[in-house]
């Protein structure tokens, strides 16, 4: 199976994308809505829910894990790699090579949560591959809570995406990454927001290719996968408001299964 | 000590009064910050918290536990009442009191997290204590990350008020219940929303002179209590954000000490 976790129920829309790209393969889902959000908290915190997470997928017969929680692969996604012997996908390198590809003043913007952003992941990805880049960024701590409560196209969203938006737009950015699996639930006023001159970027589609790319390469990693079309949804608490949003995400109704709740 | 829990920070707003009116009583808070918010999340996993919570605070010599979380008194309260062998305080008791004798139109309206509202506990002692009461109520998910992110004066704060205040501004409600610890850091705007034939009430200042009473009244217990001026403030996760909402709730340097963190 492969794994994927987020710290609730936004990496869903990175499932969204697996299911159109890798049809056919299992997906085993935690979701630790028992302690979501991830975004507001700390390093060491990050990084101890994120190891918990792991383990329960590989125990659950995960043979590959995406971080599917942009929060969580800024912060754990290195020492996910080095602790357990599996392949470990996450959301900032598949979101950083597509920017870099599409950027052509080179001057990138990234929204996240406040942890992401503090992590400079991102930052130092974009670095790396590249010279000359400038790179602003901008936490958008609110964004989350908006869209779990469903507030998708109402006017106090469209005016607080506006007010983290714009200290990006004077940067004149021509790319911005959407560094929250949850914010692409928001692409629209995002981009209404940030004007048509800018591309913007999220990992989902990247993602699911280059995922799609080491399965063709990595046959003995593929032969270990299940291939049947039934997906099991663990979360760790489990409460209508979940429920709502993880339908809203993947279109259908989606059989949430408690699991990994021990606190 | 007297042991004060919350889900985070919010439960500050409750310390601040018990300064005032309980001086010289050593308070021992913990702040449940790894895991915040609980308002979202399902009642099992909020019952949980709550244990665990009161657990490390009697552990810690607390002879005393105030709840001063809303959704965990709505939720736990009954269940920390049976299983610990101390005195438990909780918030919802004190504002009920305090709302019926301020309603002279028996019209009481509710705000609160989403958790709490759905709790019924509210409601419930509010049908036990008078008869011909109408209660009427309305969760408020998206003020806590309002208020932790500091957007206290801000438009689009306002315009959530408004928005939530409004179904009950039209049920003609004479007193509004702030059925949690973070609204009162939204008084000014939540008065002006519901506006000044409407009294608002929050559970703090009733809490703190109940407490009082209690400690009059119970010398056996009072004499358990520590008296020196230092108070101890644990959290299960540090970050700058959660450090600025405690200064800014209390309005000095709070020396926030990690505890209680293992998930």
């Not at 043979?63 to 790699?81: L, P, Q």
């Not at 004149?172 to 209404?192: F, G």
């Amino acid at each position: 199976m492969i794994g994927v976790f987020d710290s609730g129920i936004g990496g869903l829309t990175i499932v969204k994308e697996l299911f159109k790209t890798l049809q056919g393969y299992n997906i085993l889902y935690f979701g630790d809505t028992a302690r979501t959000p991830y975004g507001t908290k700390g390093k060491d915190t990050i990084i101890e829910y994120s190891i918990r997470n792991t383990e329960f997928l590989i125990k659950q017969g995960a043979k590959i894990i995406v971080i599917a929680c942009n929060t969580a692969s800024s912060v754990a996604s290195e020492i996910i790699k080095e602790k357990f012997g599996v392949p470990v996908f996450e959301v900032i390198t598949p979101a950083v090579q597509k920017a870099i590809l599409v950027s052509k003043k080179k001057r990138i913007g990234i929204i996240g949560t406040r942890a992401t952003i503090n992590s400079k992941a991102y930052e130092e990805k974009i670095n790396e591959a590249i010279s000359d880049v400038k790179v602003f960024s901008n936490p958008c701590p609110l964004l989350v809570p908006l869209v779990e409560e469903g507030w998708i196209k109402n006017r106090e969203t469209r005016m607080i995406v506006k007010k983290y938006i714009f200290p990006l737009k004077t940067k004149q950015i021509d790319t911005l990454i959407l560094a929250c699996t949850h914010y692409p639930i928001l692409k629209d006023i995002i981009k209404k927001k940030v004007g048509k001159n800018v591309e913007v970027v999220d990992s989902a589609v990247s993602l699911a290719l280059l995922l799609k790319e080491f399965l063709i390469k990595n046959s003995e990693v593929e032969k270990t996968l299940l291939k049947t079309d039934s997906h099991i949804f663990f979360v760790s608490d489990i409460t209508q408001q979940f429920q709502k949003s993880a339908n809203m995400i993947l279109k259908r109704q989606v059989n949430l299964v408690l699991g990994n709740n021990k606190i």
